[in-house]
Each structure stands twice: as C-alpha cells, then as structure tokens.
Nanobody
Framework: QVQFVESGGGLVQPGGSLRLSCAAS????????MGWYRQAPGKQRELVAD???????AYADSVKGRFTISRDNAKNTLYLQMNSLKAEDTAVYYC?????????WGQGTQVTVSS
C-alpha cells in the first residue's frame, strides 16, 4: 500500500518562499515519476511540476522559474521549493505519481499567499 503525506504549507507574504515535502511509504517510490499538484478554491486540480525517476523535471508555465521540484529516493521524499510566491499560488498542494492514481491522494498541505 502506497501512501503520500504532504507537509510544509502555511501562510506566507507575496514574494516569500516555502518548501513542501511529501513523504512516501512503500519501497517502490524510486521507480515512479512523481508530481506536485494543486487545487485552488473553485478550480480543478492541476499538475504544477513533475520529476522522473531519472531526475528530469518539467513545470507548468505559471510556476516556471519560481518553483523547483526534487526528490531524495533514499528518504522516499519528494520536495517542492517555492520562491517568489504570488497570491495566485494559494491552493492545497498534493503529491502523487505523475500519472496519478485516485487511491494515492493524501490530505494535501494548504499554502496561502497573502499580505
């Protein structure tokens, strides 16, 4: 059984930074391409960044140059470094496989960008 537990969210002012973490249970984390997703109020969940098992990364245009996705396979952990945060980044952030499975969604972590 695979589970993902997100953490690191909070309230931050515009222009600030946060680092999100996603702890994965199970022994096969390293073979998955992984992604960070977000869902803002009234909007559909969207993929913001993904990283393959070979460490290739891709980003949504809205976060390119501001967010950095990384992974530590030894720790079964996925990260999202978020810099230059904007009000429109406010959302609940989730991790999942880059091809998500419905049964892998966790509770997410709330990120609120506000002055």
């Amino acid at each position: 059984q695979v589970q993902f537990v997100e953490s690191g969210g909070g309230l931050v002012q515009p222009g600030g930074s946060l680092r999100l973490s996603c702890a994965a249970s199970g022994s096969i984390f390293s073979i998955y391409a992984m992604g960070w997703y977000r869902q803002a109020p009234g909007k559909q969940r969207e993929l913001v960044a993904d990283v393959t098992s070979g460490l290739s990364t891709a980003y949504a245009d809205s976060v390119k140059g501001r967010f950095t996705i990384s992974r530590d396979n030894a720790k079964n952990t996925l990260y999202l470094q978020m810099n230059s945060l904007k009000a429109e980044d406010t959302a609940v952030y989730y991790c999942n496989r880059a091809t998500p499975r419905d049964d892998y969604w966790g509770q997410g972590t709330q990120v609120t960008v506000s002055s």
